[in-house]
């Protein structure tokens, strides 16, 4: 089990920024993946930024040089940096676990977190 709690969204005007935490139950470091999707009133659910266990990541093209993951080990904690907001950019953010390691086992479970909204107005 990987329980993970959001915060950190909120109302924002356009060129504006917002930090997304995602505080995850264990320790991250056991967990493969973790990162951030977002899903807008009539859209699939999309990937917006990932961090592996190792540090590689992954952003969406509509997001790269905007937002920025990272990940604050002692607390258990991944962070979404999002600067030069834009409309388009408004949607419920998840925050989401992809497998994780206890003991010598790997379980593949996929969590996901509440969901905070983010609203950027023009």
């Known amino acids: 089990q990987v329980q993970l709690v959001e915060s950190g969204g909120g109302l924002v005007q356009a060129g504006g920024s917002l930090r997304l935490s995602c505080a995850a139950s264990r320790n991250i470091n056991s967990i493969r993946a973790m990162g951030w999707y977002r899903q807008a009133p009539g859209k699939q659910r999309e990937l917006v930024a990932t961090m592996r266990s190792g540090g590689v990541t992954k952003y969406a093209d509509s997001v790269t040089g905007r937002f920025t993951i990272s990940r604050d080990n002692a607390k258990n904690t991944v962070y979404l940096q999002m600067n030069s907001l834009k409309p388009e950019d408004t949607a419920v953010y998840y925050c989401?676990?992809?497998?994780?390691?206890?003991?010598?086992?790997?379980?593949?479970?996929?969590?996901w977190g509440q969901g905070t909204q983010v609203t950027v107005s023009s």
């Open positions: 989401n676990a992809d497998g994780y390691w206890t003991g010598s086992a790997y379980r593949s479970n996929d969590y």
